[in-house]
């Protein structure tokens, strides 16, 4: 097996401009501008390297920020950059075969098999794909938070030579933690990984925060809510199924609802839907104390956006007309 670190670069048009918003043949967060890639030995030494800078074919103008950040600007992706598919076929050709590939993160792989798709190209390649984060932070010890590059390279006690938001930098850097881990174990164990990943917690919740767990699979929004209000609205407590009152919408697909076991009172559920890469839904699911302040927010936002009771009209009584007198 062939350990290959990846990292791209990818540009994104200035929200609201026409670009945002003319629609794609298939959606794409980000399109490539810049591949690097890294192998690691089987000795734990850091091997070869590969970089390719690529022409936008969709997103033509840099968004400025991003130009900023990458040092990478449209004269020169004009100049150096190959087509998509051509550096796609370079780097499968450098790559070579039985690879499994390795980023610092899940949004590279996302963005990868996205702009492949939208090229109408093979994606079966880049299937043997893992987050080195997850592999990180179990053979370190160092909890499920997701970590920025920077802190696992300190927490490492590694320099970083070469410069970020680089493609082959940022994969450099990412390569010299692979080495120093056993890939081949994180591998195997990556399915394991990932569910407590799903699972666990990442610093963001509130505190009372009781329970964290993915579910997968739903197709729609209702779908999604239905199941968890219904089937796996699960008290914390004791497992039973509990009630669940009106959702409330917030930002960004997320929901809340106040939930009730008969045995042990109130919980807050918290819900964020967003896509799987097949195109149903994962919901990522916080259960609160009934106790919190998350809750306690909860019930005085629900009171505040509980549709205003009609008042009832006084029917006129058929003999005091408004003309009547
Ligand atoms: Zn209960």
């Not at 997320?254 to 919901?283: F, I, K, N």
Request: proline share 6%; charged share 25%; aromatic share 8%.
């Amino acid at each position: 097996m062939q350990y290959i670190v990846v990292d791209m670069e990818w540009n994104q048009p200035w929200p609201g401009s026409y670009t945002a918003r003319k629609p794609l043949p298939s959606p794409m967060r980000g399109e490539i501008i810049q591949l690097g890639a890294v192998r690691v030995l089987p000795d734990h030494t850091v091997g070869d390297e590969f970089q390719a800078l690529v022409s936008p074919r969709y997103f033509k103008k840099m968004n400025r920020k991003i130009a900023s950040l990458t040092g990478l600007h449209e004269a020169r992706l004009r100049e150096e950059g190959l087509p998509f598919p051509e550096a796609v076929a370079r780097f499968r050709a450098w790559c070579g075969e039985d690879c499994a590939f390795l980023a610092w993160g899940f949004d590279d792989i996302t963005v990868l098999r996205e702009n492949l798709v939208l090229h109408g190209l093979d994606t079966a390649w880049a299937d043997n794909w893992y987050n080195a984060q997850l592999i990180f932070n179990v053979q370190t010890n160092s909890g499920s938070a997701q970590k920025a590059l920077s802190t696992a390279l300190a927490l490492m006690e590694i320099e970083p030579t070469r410069p970020a938001h680089d493609a082959l930098g940022d994969a450099y850097h990412t390569a010299l933690i692979c080495a120093r881990l056993d890939l081949a174990k994180g591998i195997a164990e990556y399915g394991g990984a990932v569910k407590s990943h799903e699972n666990g917690f990442h610093g963001a919740e509130l505190p009372g925060c009781l329970t964290r767990a993915v579910f997968h699979g739903y197709a729609d929004k209702p779908a999604a809510l239905a199941a968890m209000g219904g089937q796996e609205n699960r008290c914390p407590a004791c497992g039973g199924t509990m009630q669940v009152s009106r959702w409330l919408s917030q930002q960004g697909r997320r929901y809340m609802a106040l939930a009730a076991c008969p045995e042990h009172g109130q919980y807050l559920v918290r819900v964020r839907l967003s896509p799987d890469p097949d195109g149903t839904l994962r919901v990522s699911r916080l259960v609160y104390d009934g106790a919190s302040e998350a809750a306690k927010l909860c019930r005085e936002q629900a009171q505040k956006s509980r549709p205003p009771r009609r008042r009832r009209r006084r029917r006129a009584k058929p003999d005091a007309g408004e003309t009547g007198a």
